[in-house]
């Protein structure tokens, strides 16, 4: 029989939100967002900033560093199933908290990583195991848990609108995952590398307190009730899918087509942003330009993630799905003609509308399909594997480079991988939205 665990923590503690004079999901909307964006250092759009300062540090070369960070990634990726079970288990609010403050640590274990490695010795081998390590735990902590966490906790208190309140999470998040490379260079350029590590883990420990006082599992073990409908009696009834196990999910060809599709996109993205200024370089375009395609990619992401977001609901997700792929194969060819304007335009335009569809089916695919009970064990398994993808990415792009003296290759790669799947998506039955009477 399908129950849903108690909290470890008493839901009216330190007060009981039934008396708050507003539906308390809007406040977990709140902490949603502010989870993901503080999940930043954890991200590589995050960790890529201090790449030139942890590499002259370390004294590591820029090759070294980079099996570091796919080492410590697919590492982290091996222990996400099991990390989802504990969110099952244990629910967002103690999650969230843990994760955030625990990224904290890591983030102080990363600036202090060079004077770890001469305390025990020194020398390449020393530098190589403590940065791996940090990687490890930033990569685990910020990429995997608290990201997957900050998703999920939202999910189960919205059903009628899951997909806009979804969506309009989705631009906030995307703005600052924009910003969040110039930000983080402004706080390195103010204050130095060490420091800003330092100021994002003062940033962790305070949203962990405040997230712990504030952030609650579901609306059941608070005694109210979903889309915050007054009575019981006014709220829809529904007929979505019945909650299954990860073992029966992974049995069905929706769970992989997915994955599989969402991991595409970790592994090209991952790689477009690890490798930009080199890409843009190769297409004879500046540092300038580089950073500059996150901006418009960023406008696309949002529009096309609130206006889906809303439709969704409505919906069934195949024709997003298919969309999504067939975006993301739009931007991979414009890549490849990056020095025309038309191979810019095309880049912007199919990256940000695919990454805006991205985030409707990843926030709508699993709790849609596989019901909500063990979300966090299922959305543990796919997050495993985009993280393996993100990993694999850079790399794959790099040996491109290193055995065919361009990123074409890579890029081929990518294009076959994605009209396989858009082949995919169009034969395979996908959930429709759930039904109401």
């Not at 960790?47 to 982290?76: C, K, N, P």
């Not at 009628?160 to 989705?170: E, I, N, T, Y």
């Not at 290759?409 to 395979?428: E, N, P, Q, T």
Request: aromatic letters at 12%.
């Amino acid at each position: 029989m399908n129950t849903q665990a108690a909290p470890p923590i008493r839901s009216d503690w330190p007060f009981d939100i039934r008396r708050v004079p507003f539906y308390y999901g809007w406040l977990i909307w709140v902490f949603s967002t502010l989870g993901i964006i503080i999940s930043i250092p954890g991200q590589t759009m995050g960790m890529a900033v201090f790449t030139d300062y942890l590499i002259e540090a370390l004294h590591l070369s820029r090759t070294q560093l980079s099996m570091a960070y796919l080492i410590g990634t697919v590492g982290s990726s091996l222990f996400l199933t099991r990390a989802g079970r504990w969110y099952d288990r244990m629910g967002g609010r103690v999650t969230v908290t843990a994760a955030s403050a625990a990224l904290a640590v890591m983030l102080v274990f990363i600036s202090a990583s060079d004077s770890l490695a001469v305390h025990f010795g020194g020398g390449v081998a020393v530098s190589f195991l403590f940065i791996t390590l940090g990687y490890f735990g930033v990569r685990f902590l910020g990429q995997g848990i608290l990201t997957s966490a900050s998703r999920n906790v939202l999910l189960v208190w919205f059903e009628k609108r899951r997909g806009l309140v979804s969506s309009a999470r989705g631009v906030f998040v995307s703005f600052g995952f924009a910003a969040a490379p110039l930000a983080l260079a402004w706080m390195i350029e103010h204050g130095g590398w060490r420091e800003a590590l330092w100021e994002l883990a003062l940033a962790c420990l305070v949203f962990a307190g405040l997230a712990l006082v504030f952030l609650r599992d579901n609306p059941k073990s608070c005694g109210v009730i979903v889309d915050g409908h007054r009575h019981a009696d006014e709220a829809p009834i529904t007929r979505e899918q019945p909650s299954i196990t990860l073992e029966d999910a992974r049995r069905t060809p929706v769970f992989w087509l997915a994955t599989l599709s969402l991991s595409m996109h970790s592994l090209l993205g991952t790689a477009v942003t690890f490798h930009i200024v080199s890409i843009f370089a190769e297409a004879g375009r500046s540092q300038a330009e580089a950073f500059a395609y996150f901006l418009p990619t960023a406008v696309f992401a949002t529009t096309t993630n609130l206006l889906c977001g809303w439709l969704a609901d409505k919906r069934s997700l195949k024709p997003f799905m298919i969309l999504m792929l067939g975006s993301f194969l739009t931007g991979a060819v414009g890549l490849l003609h990056l020095q025309d304007n038309w191979g810019y335009a095309m880049l912007v335009a199919g990256f940000g509308i695919g990454g805006g569809l991205w985030s409707v089916t990843s926030n709508l695919a699993f709790i849609r399909n596989f019901g909500p009970l063990h979300l966090g064990e299922i959305t543990g398994l796919c997050t495993a594997i985009m993280v393996f993808a993100s990993a694999i990415g850079p790399a794959l792009f790099s040996l491109g480079v290193d055995f065919f003296g361009s990123y074409s290759a890579a890029l081929w790669l990518c294009i076959g991988a994605l009209v396989l799947l858009l082949g995919f998506a169009a034969v395979v039955a996908q959930d429709t939205p759930p039904a109401r009477v």
